[in-house]
Nanobody
Framework: VQLQASGGGLVKSGGSLGLSCTLSGHTFGDYAVGWFRQAPGKEREFVAGIARNGANTDYTNSVKGRFTISRDNAKTTSYLQMNSLKPEDTAVYYC??????????????????WGQGTLVTVSS
């Protein structure tokens, strides 16, 4: 199983970016997906998660109302749409997947497979 994250870049405060995470090597619908981020000098934190069925999602409080997680099982891809970006959203964003349970975990230890990370920089 391989995860490929893409879509990061530089954006001004208040702008938007969309991240993608494509899984290859297995059936994407078998996996719950989580997005995490890690800012310099900080621990990796949960951002958003989506269950296998796509109907159950959750977000960390700081991004609720601004970020939207989704998935397209036919395209084996999860998306993280980020709007109203703030400088404090600057981080390397990672996607992760786990087929051990239908629901996503909010802990990074709850994932087996990780993408390589994509850098998001929000300027003030």
């Amino acid at each position: 199983v391989q995860l490929q994250a893409s879509g990061g870049g530089l954006v001004k405060s208040g702008g938007s970016l969309g991240l993608s995470c494509t899984l290859s090597g297995h059936t994407f619908g078998d996996y719950a997906v989580g997005w995490f981020r890690q800012a310099p000098g900080k621990e990796r934190e949960f951002v958003a998660g989506i269950a296998r069925n796509g109907a159950n999602t959750d977000y960390t409080n700081s991004v609720k109302g601004r970020f939207t997680i989704s998935r397209d099982n036919a395209k084996t891809t999860s998306y993280l749409q980020m709007n109203s970006l703030k400088p404090e959203d600057t981080a390397v964003y990672y996607c992760a997947a786990n087929d051990e349970r239908a629901y996503f975990s909010v802990r990074y230890s709850g994932y087996v497979y990780w993408g390589q990370g994509t850098l998001v920089t929000v300027s003030s």
